[in-house]
């Protein structure tokens, strides 16, 4: 006695067909076989809805989006790179690093770590230029855009929403009077008393200046209080910060 082929039996079939000269021959019969059936014609048409369905793309899958933080309590989910680990330069790329740290926790493609996202930094100027950056992040159709105006309010905002930062602070001298170049540390949230970041070369020593441990992980998961980061950071007032968002 015959043994109906089930739906499920006969769709592994075609999705073991490899073009192989037995499996094309199979297909032909097929084909006549459905062709001599009463209707035959109508299931072969090219509009037949099997045949536009079978033909039809499937809906790109959205890429997905940083789920919204409930409180300020947790931290994102950042992975840690450490700049020192970057080469000779590498005291260099605090910013290539700190940003590198929030594309690769939005998945931006190839960017698994801070050096390739380096690279392409590189393609555009140095690792030390804002307009290198921005270059950088459109070549990877990327979020990311600096602002100037930053403050406690936003920051805490982008966090809320799922978006890490990269603040830009001044790392030298007492939190009272504040130097240096600039260094940039990526944000990941916050709690009643201050920032949780990852520094890219280190830990601070936020009251003094200057660094309390350098390299080998030391910058990973720190907490950054508001009294001795918000000086070093907010140098014009409540507004003023330097800052890259995510945000769309």
Request: with cysteine; glycine share 10%; net charge negative.
């Given at each position: 006695m015959a043994?109906p082929?089930?739906?499920?039996r006969?769709?592994?079939?075609?999705?073991?067909?490899?073009?192989?000269p037995?499996?094309?021959?199979?297909?032909?019969?097929?084909?006549?076989?459905?062709?001599?059936?009463?209707?035959?014609?109508?299931?072969?048409?090219?509009?037949a809805?099997?045949?536009?369905q079978?033909?039809t793309?499937?809906?790109?899958?959205?890429?997905?989006?940083p789920?919204?933080k409930?409180?300020?309590?947790?931290?994102?989910?950042?992975?840690?790179?450490?700049?020192?680990?970057?080469g000779?330069?590498?005291?260099?790329?605090?910013?290539s690093?700190?940003?590198?740290?929030?594309l690769?926790?939005?998945?931006?493609p190839?960017?698994?770590?801070?050096?390739?996202?380096?690279?392409v930094?590189q393609?555009?100027?140095?690792?030390t230029?804002?307009?290198a950056?921005a270059?950088?992040?459109?070549e990877?159709?990327?979020?990311?855009?600096?602002i100037?105006?930053?403050?406690?309010?936003?920051a805490?905002?982008?966090?809320?929403?799922?978006f890490?930062?990269?603040?830009?602070?001044?790392?030298?001298?007492?939190?009272?009077?504040?130097?240096g170049?600039?260094?940039?540390?990526?944000?990941?949230?916050?709690?009643?008393?201050?920032?949780?970041?990852?520094d890219?070369?280190?830990?601070?020593d936020?009251?003094?200046g200057?660094?309390?441990?350098?390299?080998?992980?030391?910058?990973?998961?720190?907490?950054?209080?508001?009294?001795?980061?918000?000086?070093?950071?907010?140098?014009?007032?409540?507004?003023s910060g330097?800052?890259?968002?995510?945000?769309?």
């Amino acid at each position: 006695m015959a043994e109906p082929m089930s739906a499920e039996r006969f769709l592994e079939r075609w999705q073991n067909y490899r073009d192989q000269p037995q499996q094309v021959a199979a297909v032909r019969a097929l084909h006549a076989a459905i062709a001599a059936l009463d209707g035959g014609a109508q299931i072969l048409d090219e509009q037949a809805p099997w045949a536009r369905q079978f033909s039809t793309p499937p809906s790109p899958v959205p890429t997905p989006k940083p789920q919204p933080k409930k409180t300020g309590t947790d931290a994102l989910d950042l992975p840690f790179f450490d700049q020192t680990n970057d080469g000779p330069d590498g005291w260099r790329h605090c910013q290539s690093s700190s940003i590198a740290m929030n594309l690769a926790y939005l998945e931006v493609p190839g960017i698994k770590d801070d050096l390739d996202y380096l690279k392409v930094v590189q393609r555009h100027g140095d690792s030390t230029e804002q307009a290198a950056h921005a270059a950088a992040l459109a070549e990877l159709k990327a979020p990311g855009r600096f602002i100037s105006s930053c403050s406690v309010e936003r920051a805490k905002a982008e966090l809320d929403r799922g978006f890490g930062l990269a603040f830009g602070i001044l790392h030298h001298g007492p939190v009272s009077a504040p130097t240096g170049g600039g260094h940039y540390i990526a944000v990941r949230g916050y709690d009643a008393t201050g920032w949780l970041v990852h520094d890219p070369y280190g830990e601070l020593d936020l009251v003094r200046g200057g660094w309390a441990r350098q390299g080998q992980g030391a910058g990973r998961n720190q907490h950054y209080s508001f009294a001795n980061t918000n000086p070093r950071w907010l140098l014009e007032g409540s507004s003023s910060g330097w800052a890259w968002i995510f945000s769309s």
